[in-house]
Every structure is written in C-alpha cells, then in structure tokens.
C-alpha cells in the first residue's frame, strides 16, 4: 500500500513539474524576436536537402534534419522550431527525473527538474530554434544511462557501447556534445571493483569511445562540423593560453548568474557530506571537464555552449536537497532559504522574459545577441510585409543579397519563399563589378536590398552604388542598430 502511495506521489509531482514546466516556456515562446541563427537553420531546412551539405559542414546534423521535417506543418516555421526545442526543454526535466529512480532517489530527480526550470538559461534556450536544448535533453540521457551503467553489478561491453552511442548521437545534435562522453568514461573510471577486474574499467572506456567516435568518422569526409573551426583557438597555443583565463572567467560569470549560483552552492553542499561525496565529486568533474574543454580550445562562447554542464550540477543539487534530513539543522535551513532564492529567481526571470525579454537580467552575451544588434530580429515582420506589398504594386521584383547572408536577408527569404513573385539573387557586394550587376538585374524588374546598418558601412553603399536609394529604415528598439530597405533607382 505505502508503495502504491508513494508512486501516486512521485506521478503527481512529475505532473505538476511539467505543467510547471510549460507555464514558464509556452507564453513566452515568442518573446524574443527571430535570431540570426535560427534564421540560419529554418532556411536551410526550407530547402532540405539542396543545403544538406552545409548542414553536415555545420556540425548540427540531428537538430537540421528535424527542422526540415516539421517544415511540412502548417505552421510558422519559428513557432514549429521553436516547439522543438520546448519538448527538448521537457525531455531534459524527464531526464532528469529518470536519472533520479535509477538511484533510487526519485525526490531528487524531481527537485533537480525543478530547478532546471528556474533557471535563466534553459528559460531562454528552450525557446529559440537552435539545437542547444536538444543537446541539453541528450546530455540528461547521457547521464541517466551513465548513473545506470555505475548500479550494475556486472555490466558488459555492450552497456558501454549502448552510452557510447549515445553521445554519439549527442555529438551529431551539435559537435561539442562529444565532451559528454567525460560523464560514461568518469562513471567507468571511478567504479569500485576489485583489483582484479580493474583492467576492465578501461576496457569499457575504450568500448564507449569507439563507439562515440564511430559516428564522426563517418562523416568525417564529408567535414563535419568544419564551419566550427573558426571558434577554435587552439591552433594558436600562444593565444590559446592567454584566451584560457578569460573563457574560465566567463564561464564562471554565467553559471553565476544563469544557473544561477545559489543552485551552484546547493550543488557543492552535497561535497561536504561523506555518503554522497563521491557521486557529487563525479557529476562536478564531468561538468568541470566540458568546460573545461570549452575552454582550451575555445575562441569563441556563448552562454548557451555551457548549457549541457546544467544538467549533472543541476542533478547534484536534487541529491543534495533530497538528503537534507541527514544533515544539521543549520543546513538545512540554508538550503531551504537557497532553494526558495533560486526559485523566485527564476519566476521573477520567467516574468520579465514574457513581459519583455529586453527587460529580463540576460547575460551580457545574450542580451547582445538576441536584443541589441543586427542578429535580433526586430521589425522583420514589417519588412517582410513591405516586400510583399512592393511586389503586388510591380507584379514582381528581385531581391538581391549579399554572399554572406545575415538575418536581415534570411528572414524575408524564411517568410517570402512561396512567393512567386519575388526572385532571390545572391550578389557579390565587394566585387568590382558589383554595381554593374545590380544594374543588369534592374534592367529586368525592379529590384530591392534590404541591408543592416553594419553592411552599409562594409560596403561603402553610399558611394559605391549611388542609384540605391534608400525607401524606409527600422530602428532596433533596445540599440542604435537599424535595418533598411533599398530599391535601385537610376
């Protein structure tokens, strides 16, 4: 009976988690305006599979191949990528829960998720279309599969193969999902086993890492992942090293404050207590080792590359507050009085996210990328109608757009691809003969450029191309930054 009455427990507080989940994800899911890399992954899924290509070579392979599916549905292509990314969102807290019952500690799968939903960071990426939340729900996996692999009493090759795979799967989500094979190859590596059969610790690791690698080197010929060399430092060891200290200290900077840091503290209290020293020792080196990794070879991070780490800190601060009973009073207090600032963080973040995201405590990174500059939306959907009108007055125009894409060009193209009346022209802006393109193209139908404010700088437009004249300008409501649609007038 005890037993019937505490799985009816356990079902009800996984339910309220998810409906908690979803009143903190679905009013917002438009909050943030189209971001230039989602913008970058609908249009490649718009035209699955003339750009599968670019989608191998940028390492996002899982995530891509989705978006094109749900293309189909009639939808918005954001709000569909974005739905994606809010089932990812629940699938991490599921995860988690799940890792919870393979420790026999379902309270603490249960706090964890809880706390993963307070948290800036997973609020913000479980609602843009961008496979970080899908990495983030594999990683939660990864780490139940890895828990699972520590509790049996002799596991085989074949279990090892079973997690190998799976951050194989991680690492074609997104290419860094390869650093979670430190959670299967730490689990390995710090089982108990007698001195005897320790030789099999490694044996597995190598089994788990074959397999993990087994999936790169397929597409190993095609580059996988190649358009992420620029984010790599590591070739240049002597700027490498001087980069090193400043990713440690970003990092540190977002997990303070988009963890944020009174979960990191509830985490670290579970160090202090000798029964549960170990597993909290193997779920902060796993997470410290990402970083880590992150950070040496690193050029280039956003808070959003650390969003896998959440989950095992995340996981250790659940096992910390489930086994508060076993601790002193004092501390059980502070992690009460944590636990409550943590959560009425992440309602007061929630809030200020729907309300407006420009007024929520975004990290510095964020709030540049998806609010202040060229890569935030803003006015797309103004720009888009404007088109579409100037294309029912002239009964058809070309738009054109340079080489290198950026949101102002991939969003119309997003939202005007059905339109038939609208030609796309991609033209070389620093060519030489650029301006005699531009002309040749006009002499056909009216044409149209639509440019941020960085390109008429990069372009010298004002000089170069003096028949471009400019018809309407939208401000970034939060920056100086501004979009402007052009129409070639002789």
Not at 59 to 74: N, Q, S, V
Not at 183 to 208: D, G, I
Not at 374 to 394: D, F, N, P
Request: glycine share 6%; proline share 6%; with cysteine.
């Amino acid at each position: 009976m005890d037993g019937d009455t505490s799985e009816r427990n356990e079902r009800s507080a996984l339910l309220l988690l998810c409906i908690l989940f979803l009143t903190t994800r679905l009013p917002g899911l438009m909050a943030i305006p189209l971001f230039n890399d989602e913008a970058v992954y609908l249009s490649r899924a718009q035209h699955f599979p003339d750009q599968f290509r670019s989608t191998i070579h940028d390492g996002k392979l899982i995530h891509e191949l989705l978006l094109a599916a749900l293309t189909h549905l009639p939808l918005d292509p954001l709000v569909s990528g974005r739905l994606l990314s809010v089932v990812c969102g629940w699938l991490t807290v599921i995860g988690l829960w799940l890792s919870g019952k393979i420790v026999a500690d379902q309270r603490a799968g249960i706090l964890a998720g809880l706390l993963y939903i307070c948290s800036p960071l997973a609020i913000v990426h479980d609602l843009l279309a961008i496979p970080d939340a899908m990495l983030a729900s594999v990683a939660s996996f990864v780490l139940a599969l890895s828990l699972r692999l520590n509790q049996m009493s002799n596991p085989h090759r074949w279990h090892a193969a079973g997690v190998g795979a799976l951050v194989a799967l991680a690492s074609l989500v997104k290419l860094p999902g390869v650093f979670l094979f430190a959670l299967p190859a730490l689990t390995m590596l710090m089982r108990a086993m007698p001195p005897e059969q320790r030789h099999r610790r490694w044996e597995m690791v190598r089994t788990a890492l074959i397999v993990t690698l087994l999936a790169l080197a397929a597409f190993a010929p095609f580059n996988y992942g190649g358009a992420e060399s620029h984010k790599v430092g590591a070739l240049n060891l002597t700027l490498q090293v001087e980069r090193l200290g400043r990713n440690l200290y970003q990092i540190g900077e977002w997990i303070t404050i988009a963890m944020p840091l009174s979960a990191l503290i509830i985490a670290g209290t579970g160090l202090a207590t000798s029964q549960t020293r170990r597993q909290h020792l193997f779920l902060f080196l796993s997470a410290g080792l990402f970083c880590l990794a992150l950070a040496v070879i690193g050029s280039v991070l956003y808070p959003r590359y650390i969003l896998p780490v959440w989950v095992p800190i995340l996981f250790a601060a659940g096992l910390s507050l489930s086994q508060h009973r076993q601790r002193r009073k004092a501390l059980r207090g502070i992690s009460a009085a944590l636990t409550l600032i943590t959560c009425l963080w992440g309602a007061f973040f929630a809030f200020q996210y729907i309300r407006n995201p420009a007024y929520a405590p975004l990290t510095t990174a964020d709030r540049h990328q998806y609010v202040e500059t060229w890569t935030a939306g803003y006015h797309v959907a103004e720009i888009v109608y404007q088109l579409r009108t100037e294309a029912e007055q002239s009964g058809s125009i070309i738009l054109a757009s340079p080489l290198q894409p950026r949101l102002i060009h991939l969003g119309p193209t997003i939202y005007l691809n059905d339109d038939p009346r609208i030609a796309f022209i991609d033209i070389d802006m620093q060519a030489t003969d650029a301006r005699q393109q531009l002309g040749d193209l006009a002499a056909q139908r009216p044409l149209y450029i639509a440019l941020d404010a960085e390109e008429i700088v990069a372009f010298d437009i004002e000089r170069r191309f003096p028949e471009l004249k400019r018809i309407r300008e939208w401000r970034n409501p939060y920056s100086a930054m501004t979009f402007f649609l052009y129409v070639w007038s002789p």
